[in-house]
């Protein structure tokens, strides 16, 4: 490095780039979910608590994907899809985006702790250590499941934003927690059937890569059976009603027939139509997840004209 | 050089972005904690301030 490069006003980050530490994209699914959860609840909450509290969660998801950035720069650097990351960009030291995620970690938990009470910061606090130690140092580079780990971290949201109102854990939150968690592995490995990465490249055990294609349509299959029963079961809770069962049937018709014809096909046809049904799976899963909390959210507001629940 | 310090380059509009965007991000984060300590206080029904007619409300 020559001393002019200090100065290259290429790597000097703006504003922008410390805030793409936070993984902004992932942290608009954390405020919806997290949003829901909150509303759902059946004690009200003060809506500058609400606020404040759903900011909070967000800086934790926030923090612990600046975290995820700093542990796995290395792999970062090798896949074209993260090379412009703000690390491997060159923009943000790795000593620097650490810090800021241990700061931001612990100032969204102790905030979180004044607005939401106990077990919401300590919900918070523990997806934080789930994601950055559990998924992103131990299992992320050490199993193919772990898509289905990393994802159970991303699922917590409306779990706390249930605490934040309530102060506890209950069958509506857990299953809450449960429908994303068994939604993030057919969301994402259908991706990974279309999308060409180079996981391997990176040494990163991609089920795609370690089981073959096959296996992957396998457990797309199978998770989102298991996916069904959640969304239904959560729809025979005191948060479901006919608008999210009327929803989720269908949602789940619709999801379980794309399954069904992702895993009739091999790769022959998959190139031949250029992964047509993988693509409309994709595209499906991510309407799949938001109708659902969106009806959730309908049943609730619908609740005090006497329309919503059962 | 003093008139190539004070020069405007591309470098300084980043910095002055990230300066302006702390700024921004620590003005709302007091109203916030201000705006939060508004609701909290006067709303537990435990708390003299919180229940109208008691001593401490009027």
New interface residues.
Partial sequence: MTDTSV?D?EK?????D??ALLKPRVMSLVVFTALVGLIVAPVPV????A??AI?FIALGGGASGALNMWWDADIDRLMRRTQKRPIPAGKVAEGEAFAIGIALSVMAVV?LF??GGLVAAGLLAFTIFFYVVIYTMWLKRSTPQNIVIGGAAGAFPPMIGWAVATGGVSVESVLMFALTFAWTPPHFWSLALFVKNDYAKAHVPMLTVTHGRDATRKHILGYTFALAVVALALGLTSIGGPVYMAVSLVLNGLFIKGAFDIWRRDDAACEADKHLAERKFFKLSLAYLFLHFGALLVEATLAPYGWGGW | MATQIRAE???HR??L??N???GVVLILFVA??Y??T???VG?DPNDALGVPGTEASQ
């Fill in positions: 100065f006003s000097e980050a703006g504003f922008g410390y805030f003060h809506p500058v608590v606020l404040a900011l905030m004044l607005a | 380059h591309e470098l980043r910095r972005s990230r302006v965007g702390l916030l904690v705006g939060l508004i609701a909290k709303t």
